[in-house]
């Protein structure tokens, strides 16, 4: 996999050990999330190996705890802010900025510091067959039973 930095606070996303399915993303400059949604971009694009997606993925400290980051008003007090990154897909044929979509539910904005942790980019095999239009399907003992219908016995 290839990776070109665009900016000079872009990392190299990196596993923190040999078995993390993650890569970390993280930010590349002091990066202001306003409330509401946001497209924070990680400086980075990526040419992955065939057949493989990335899914920019939250990290769970951050979904438990909340994202770190700064107020505007005190750039030195690190604190926890709710908000949340959106899982996002980066194509394999995608060569643009990768970027991080997170959704604030503050009420004022906040500052994730360069070189900061944002989230985690996971690469997997993707399937790409094509579906084909049928008239039945294959009879299973879930059926149509969903969303939480399905009750244990
Ligand atoms: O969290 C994300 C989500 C998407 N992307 C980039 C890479 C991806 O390949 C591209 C398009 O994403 P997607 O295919 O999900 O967008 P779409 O809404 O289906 O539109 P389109 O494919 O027309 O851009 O945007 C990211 O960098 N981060």
Do not use: W
Request: proline share 6%; aromatic share 8%.
């Amino acid at each position: 996999m290839k990776v070109v930095l665009l900016s000079p606070g872009a990392k190299v996303p990196k596993r923190v050990n040999d078995y993390a399915a993650g890569y970390d993303l993280f930010a590349p400059k002091d990066s202001v999330v306003k409330p509401g949604r946001n497209l924070i971009p990680i400086d980075i694009s990526i040419e992955l190996d065939p057949h493989t997606e990335g899914e920019v993925r939250p990290c769970s400290g951050y979904s438990i705890n909340g994202m770190k980051g700064f107020s505007l008003n005190d750039l030195k007090t690190e604190k926890r802010f709710d908000a949340d990154v959106i899982i996002g897909t980066v194509d394999e044929d995608y060569r643009g900025v990768v970027g991080a979509i997170i959704k604030s539910y503050e009420d004022k904005p906040f500052v994730i510091k360069q070189g900061a942790k944002i989230a985690q980019l996971v690469v997997k095999n993707y399937i790409g067959k094509p579906f084909e239009i049928a008239s039945e399907l294959s009879k299973t003992e879930r059926g149509s039973k969903g969303f939480g219908e399905l009750e244990h016995k």
